[in-house]
């Protein structure tokens, strides 16, 4: 169910939030729990949209702008303005497809490293949406690899955490400046 809060899809010079990058201690912490809804929320969830598509991304966790809350917005098809984004509050994974699918992953956290990552096609998710209303959303595809991308944020887990070719990402890391030592391999 796509969110009804409006903000332009543009790029802005000075956009609201920092981001944080692999090797800051709050990209690993474990989220919170929303307890309240309400304006301040939603104004947060409007300056988590503009810093995303200030920065060219498709989906953003409150953790990386410094947020210790469970918050993700995401929007999987930036250059359509009719197309809402998506809002996800206090999300909880309900069900996964046992069918597995590689695709290259970046982060915003993680500028310039693009890896192959292997989750599950398909992800049913329960959350709230910035009124509070809760909602289940069944998703594939990018939809799919980008709520379980963003989800990981929320868990302090980081999506170089389960890239499975290290020799690769070691790489990667390394000539964009990252170290191999702030990756925390999930088993």
Same mark, same amino acid.
């Given at each position: &169910?796509?969110?009804?809060?409006?903000?332009?899809?543009?790029?802005?010079? /000075?956009?609201? !939030?920092?981001?944080?990058?692999? *090797?800051?201690?709050?990209?690993?912490?474990?989220?919170?729990? =929303?307890?309240?809804i309400d304006d301040e929320l939603r104004q947060l969830v409007r300056d988590m949209l503009q810093t995303m598509y200030s920065e060219d991304g498709i989906g953003l966790a409150a953790p990386q702008v410094g947020i210790n809350k469970q918050l993700i917005v995401i929007d999987c098809e930036p250059d359509k %303005?009719?197309?809402?984004?998506?809002?996800?509050? #206090?999300?909880?994974?309900?069900?996964?497809?046992? +069918?597995?699918?590689?695709?290259?992953? *970046?982060?915003?956290?993680? %500028?310039? =490293? $693009?890896?192959?990552?292997?989750?599950?096609?398909? =992800?049913?998710?329960? $959350?709230?949406?910035?009124? @509070?209303?809760?909602?289940?959303?069944?998703? @594939?595809?990018?939809?799919?690899?980008?709520?379980?991308?963003? &989800?990981?944020?929320? /868990? @302090? =887990?980081?999506?170089?955490?389960?890239?499975? #070719?290290? !020799?690769?990402?070691?790489? +990667?890391?390394?000539? #964009? *400046?990252?170290?191999?030592?702030?990756?925390?391999?999930?088993?």
């Amino acid at each position: &169910m796509p969110s009804d809060i409006a903000v332009e899809k543009k790029k802005l010079k /000075n956009p609201p !939030l920092k981001l944080h990058y692999l *090797g800051d201690r709050v990209l690993r912490q474990p989220a919170k729990r =929303v307890t309240k809804i309400d304006d301040e929320l939603r104004q947060l969830v409007r300056d988590m949209l503009q810093t995303m598509y200030s920065e060219d991304g498709i989906g953003l966790a409150a953790p990386q702008v410094g947020i210790n809350k469970q918050l993700i917005v995401i929007d999987c098809e930036p250059d359509k %303005p009719e197309v809402p984004p998506l809002v996800l509050i #206090n999300p909880v994974i309900k069900q996964v497809s046992s +069918e597995l699918c590689i695709a290259q992953e *970046g982060c915003l956290s993680i %500028p310039q =490293v $693009y890896l192959d990552v292997k989750r599950p096609k398909t =992800v049913e998710v329960s $959350y709230k949406d910035e009124y @509070g209303r809760p909602k289940t959303l069944k998703a @594939g595809d990018l939809l799919a690899r980008c709520i379980l991308h963003e &989800m990981d944020h929320l /868990n @302090g =887990v980081v999506f170089v955490d389960r890239v499975e #070719n290290s !020799l690769t990402l070691a790489q +990667e890391l390394s000539k #964009n *400046g990252f170290s191999y030592q702030a990756v925390k391999p999930v088993a």
